[in-house]
């Protein structure tokens, strides 16, 4: 089996790749990723020299290299993580979102659907998607695989329209494929500009923490190798044409996450209790801000048997262990245009 991945060089697209490389040998790994902000080599170092991966530099938005690779490679598989992830900057250049998530989705299914089209036994399109195309909860419920899409932020906008590509390409061209919402992903190897990264690299910079508005927000967080678990179930085991909402049954308000996140980094780095907490900075809301994400992943449980199996508690410590033992990676990704959209963004 050829399965093309693309995005394998960003946050959970590493650990996909390096699940897949490493679990199924009889499988060949195509990585490709253009390489953006996100995309980092660093990420796969320890498995770069493995025979059954390659890896391959280049932009989904190019529909004559996507042809390519697909008459080249005859891929079996397509797991689709590649995208433009950042709300904030999804606020700032929503037609970079507009590319990549859905201009490179279509010219991956039209690739998908015009190599597959006499053989669709045994093919899979495997689209990876956020919660955040059903838009905000108030206080009460869960978002389950039948709530209406109600996307606030250019980004959650454009994965929304990507998966209704998906969804068309199975209903008009019978592309056989599955679809996944997560909720929100921590661990190692992810880029800080989400909060959960930049907070720890601006507490052991001892910079301040820019909580937006009140700090009520409310997000439901997975461990992502429990996210690379649950993909790698749904590729074997889902069945065409559906969709599963993956989620952590984790739900923290930012503050409350901050404080933990405080308190443990003050303990890993032998600072006295309280010192991170004063860097906490209430800073201007994030414009069209949704309220709170929660999921409701009980479809998945039931039908394939996922659960999240890495708690909060454990996650989040081996998540800072992983970035106070890889300060070299951190200091390479916050060097250079890193500086300048930080400064765009905060001061
Ligand atoms: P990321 O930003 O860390 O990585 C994205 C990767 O895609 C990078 O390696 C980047 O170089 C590559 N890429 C971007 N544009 C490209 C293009 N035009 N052509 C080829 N490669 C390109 O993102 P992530 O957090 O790992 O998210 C991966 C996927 O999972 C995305 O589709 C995202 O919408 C989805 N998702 C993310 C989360 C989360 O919490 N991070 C939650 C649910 C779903
Ligand atoms: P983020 O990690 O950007 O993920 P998403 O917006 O996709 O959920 O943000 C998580 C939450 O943290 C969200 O409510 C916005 C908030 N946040 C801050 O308060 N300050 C920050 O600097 C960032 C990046 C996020």
New binding site residues.
């Given amino acids: 089996m050829n399965i093309l991945i693309?995005?394998?060089?960003?946050?959970?697209?590493s650990h996909v790749v390096r699940r897949f490389v490493s679990n199924y040998p009889q499988y060949h790994i195509f990585n490709?990723?253009?390489?953006?902000y996100?995309?980092?080599l660093e990420n796969l170092r320890d498995i770069e020299g493995a025979t059954n991966y390659t890896f391959i530099k280049?932009?989904?938005?190019n529909a004559e290299l996507i042809n390519d690779l697909f008459k080249n490679h005859e891929f079996d598989g397509v797991i689709h993580?590649?995208?433009?992830?950042?709300v904030d900057r999804s606020i700032t250049d929503p037609l970079a979102f507009v590319?990549?998530n859905i201009i490179?989705t279509v010219n991956l299914l039209n690739a998908s659907r015009d190599s597959w089209k006499d053989h669709k036994k045994g093919k899979r399109f495997y689209h990876?998607?956020?919660?955040e195309v059903y838009g905000s909860l108030g206080s009460e419920g869960l978002f389950t695989e039948t709530t209406p899409y109600d996307p606030n932020s250019p980004y959650s906008a454009s994965?929304a329209s990507s998966d209704h590509f998906v969804r068309a390409y199975g209903e008009t061209y019978d592309l056989p494929y599955v679809l996944t919402n997560?909720?929100?992903?921590y661990g190692p190897n992810h880029?800080p500009e989400?909060l959960i990264p930049l907070f720890i690299n601006n507490i052991i910079e001892s910079k301040p923490l820019p909580v937006y508005g009140d700090g009520k927000y409310t997000r439901d967080w997975l461990f992502v190798e429990d996210h690379a678990r649950a993909i790698d179930l749904v590729f074997h085991k889902g069945e065409n044409r559906e969709t599963y909402n993956i989620g952590g049954f984790n739900e923290w308000q930012n503050i409350d996450l901050v404080k933990l996140l405080c308190q443990l980094m003050d303990k890993k780095v032998g600072r006295p209790q309280g010192t991170s907490e004063q860097l906490i900075t209430y800073v201007k809301d994030r414009p069209g801000h949704d309220l709170r994400y929660a999921i409701d992943a009980d479809k998945i449980n039931k039908e394939l048997g996922w659960e999240p199996s890495v708690t909060f508690e454990e996650g989040l410590e081996r998540t800072i262990d992983w970035y106070l033992e890889n300060q070299e990676w951190l200091d390479n990704v916050t060097s250079g245009d890193y500086q300048e959209y930080y400064t765009k963004m905060y001061n």
């Fill in positions: 693309t995005g394998g060089a960003g946050f959970i697209g490709l990723d253009a390489l953006t996100a995309g980092n280049g932009d989904i938005v993580l590649a995208a433009e992830s950042h590319r990549t490179g990876i998607s956020t919660d994965k997560c909720s929100n992903n880029f989400k």
